[in-house]
């Protein structure tokens, strides 16, 4: 079976994500998305509530779950018996970071492989960090996120 980690904060997650989700579960036979409990950053969502936005929107791709982890990712395939991270490429400025991280996770487990798939053009602008911003500030984040989530977020952004 062609197991994949999708890892990442996703605090929240946005319609760019979910586009990486649907065309992964495509391309393996089960997709874990590793929401990373993220000890140094205050975030939006707290864990609980990242893993339970996502279960809602991954809800119709039947081969897709939903985990958190903390520590190092690799040290979460090996539980998890996976060998190989997706991760989503939206920009020449997102190539440094994502190599170097693959290139890390390589070093700690030879036996792990990092494949990127390209980001849709309608979502290359796209990012949680942004989406938290106009939330924030009363914008418009349709079309940004999943639309069953996007009261969670604005009730959550507004406090
Ligand atoms: O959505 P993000 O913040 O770009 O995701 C980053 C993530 C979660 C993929 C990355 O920070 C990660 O894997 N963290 C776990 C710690 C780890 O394994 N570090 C070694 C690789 S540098």
């Known amino acids: 079976m062609r197991r994949v980690v999708y890892p990442g904060s996703f605090d929240p997650i ?3 994500h979910l586009d990486i989700i649907k065309r992964s579960s495509e391309v393996f ?7 990373l409990v993220n000890v140094d950053k205050k975030g939006l969502f707290d864990i609980e509530e990242r893993v339970e936005l996502i279960r809602k929107v991954v809800k119709p ?4 779950k939903v985990d958190s982890f903390d520590g190092l990712l690799i ?3 090996k539980a998890k018996d996976i060998k190989v991270i ?11 970071y ?7 996770n390589n070093k700690l487990d ?3 492989e990092t494949v990127f798939m390209m980001t ?8 949680s960090s942004s989406v938290r911003q106009v939330a924030k500030f009363g914008g418009c984040i349709k079309g940004l996120v999943p639309d069953e989530i996007i009261s969670m977020i604005l009730e959550k952004a507004k406090k």
């Not at 994502?98 to 890390?104: D, G, H, K, P, S």
């Open 75 to 77: 040290d979460f395939m």
């Open 110 to 112: 030879s036996s792990i």
């Open 14 to 16: 946005t319609n760019g």
């Open 98 to 104: 994502e190599f170097q991280m693959a290139l890390m």
């Open 29 to 35: 036979d089960e997709v874990t998305v590793g929401v």
């Open 61 to 64: 791709y039947k081969n897709v």
């Open 120 to 127: 849709n053009a309608k979502y290359s602008y796209l990012s």
């Open 86 to 96: 997706v991760k989503g490429l939206r920009a020449f400025s997102d190539f440094e």
